[in-house]
């Protein structure tokens, strides 16, 4: 099994001109910055902090996933993931990448007998009501992940669901219904689940939720629908293993993080694109997005994660890569071909604007979507990444998203700021509890707007 390859040619002169950077500070003064960057991540990670990368490693808490997997997963038509933020995310990743395109519209057949895949985040009244209204609730297991069981989102589609659940099944077998997935031993959730004899698994109080894609909670809903797991984190485990050295140009994910720290500090490009290059992958840059954002958006540092998609937004966002403003840098994702390659049929041959398609796979015509688009933005002086993965499958799936981890840590190093803490969402939480009601919990004050600027 290959490992994902970084390549960073089209970041450097003399590839892209004097637009890029001299790659002799990769062995310079980028390296040394590097070098005190992962000091401090190995300090932090010495002190327990970084737990993310202690999962790879995790073997019990693994095999209670897949247990619990193999016990509930085929016992139930659906399975409903309620969590928001990192708690949802990493296991719509998954899914997306890993399991059968239209997962959810196939039959049972189809799925080898397991189950559907949801997952509830906005609570959007119009969604929640839709999916739930849609499904045979007797036969839906929710999975509610929230580490510290107080959150409002979750905590509030966990009632509704549990709510519509009662109307539809003996009050004895309300409890059945359920897997909790949160802190080992506080908080409301557990709680609940020791008061109720509620399933549950337990998150690691050292590992965040935009990091917790290979802690259960992204692992048991990927296990329970058939994902191999044990290659999930194998993948990992071996990019961990690579990218732990202090030696710049031998560590994927300090060359990610140093280069794009660099492109956004000395050039100015803080837009950071990712564009992979498959629809699988879509869910991954919204995933990336949540993980590079919420880490480094800090003391008015920090780049703005952008999520794309080739070739769709070649018709749409590449025109301003292009000729917008000089404040990007577009990292692709690239997969190879997979299942049987459509082959383009050799119809209306002599049509000019037709005839040349023919003998060709839509894999191949996707594949040069990326390398035409990478060469025109070469040509225009914007810099660009490449992520070659090689086979979309759960082992590199394992190891991209464990190199963006660790890109992630060591980039708020390099900036300065603490890429585990989200002290800037908590002020809105506290607020939201507020305007709810909960007592200990300031509302905003009412009423103190102009009427003039409400037009």
Aim: glycine share 10%; charged share 25%; hydrophobic share 45%.
């Amino acid at each position: 099994m290959k490992l994902p390859v970084l390549d960073a040619n089209l970041m450097l002169r003399p590839a892209l001109g004097e637009s890029g950077l001299d790659p002799a500070r990769l062995e310079g003064e980028l390296a040394e910055r590097f070098r005190a960057a992962h000091a401090r991540v190995e300090a932090r990670r010495a002190e327990g902090e970084i737990g993310f990368l202690d999962l790879p490693r995790a073997v019990q808490a693994s095999r209670r996933v897949q247990e619990l997997a193999d016990s509930f997963g085929q016992l139930f038509e659906n399975v409903v993931v309620v969590g928001i933020g990192g708690s949802g995310l990493g296991a719509v990743m998954l899914r997306d990448a890993l399991l059968a395109p239209r997962w959810n519209e196939r039959t049972a057949e189809e799925r080898d007998h397991f189950p559907r895949l949801y997952v509830l985040d906005n609570p959007d009244p119009s969604t929640v009501s839709s999916l739930l209204d849609g499904l045979e609730l007797g036969r839906t297991l929710f999975n509610v992940v929230s580490k510290s069981g107080s959150t409002a989102e979750t905590m509030a589609l966990y009632l509704v669901a549990r709510e519509r659940l009662a109307r539809r099944v003996e009050p004895e077998q309300v409890r059945a219904h359920f897997l909790f997935t949160t802190d080992p031993d506080r908080g409301a959730l557990r709680r609940i689940a020791e008061a109720e004899g509620i399933a549950t698994l337990a998150l690691p109080p050292n590992v965040g939720g935009r990091y917790s894609v290979l802690s259960p909670a992204g692992l048991w809903p990927a296990a329970a629908t058939g994902v191999d797991v044990d290659a999930l984190l194998a993948g990992a485990r071996a990019m961990a293993e690579r990218c732990m050295g202090e030696a710049l140009l031998a560590n994927p994910a300090g060359l990610f993080a140093t280069l794009l720290h660099a492109a956004d500090v000395e050039q100015g490009r803080s837009v950071h694109v990712l564009m992979p290059y498959s629809d699988r992958l879509r869910s991954l840059a919204l995933w990336f997005q949540q993980l590079w954002a919420e880490s480094l958006g800090k003391e008015l540092k920090g780049p703005t994660p952008l999520p794309a998609l080739g070739a769709s937004d070649q018709h749409s966002q590449v025109q301003l890569f292009m000729e917008g403003p000089h404040d990007k840098v577009v990292v692709f994702v690239a997969a190879a071909e997979g299942g049987e390659g459509v082959p383009i049929p050799s119809l209306h041959g002599e049509t000019e604007e037709l005839g040349y398609l023919g003998g060709h796979t839509l894999g191949a015509l996707l594949d040069a979507e990326r390398r035409a688009t990478t060469e025109a933005l070469r040509r225009a002086g914007r810099p660009s990444l490449t992520l070659e993965l090689g086979r979309l499958d759960a082992y590199s799936v394992g190891a991209l998203s464990m190199l963006f981890q660790i890109a992630t840590v060591y980039a708020g190093a390099l900036y300065g700021v603490d890429p585990l803490d989200q002290p800037g969402v908590e002020l809105g939480k506290r607020l939201a509890c507020g305007l709810l009601g909960r007592a200990g919990f300031e509302a905003p004050a009412a009423g103190n707007g102009d009427p003039r600027w409400r037009v």
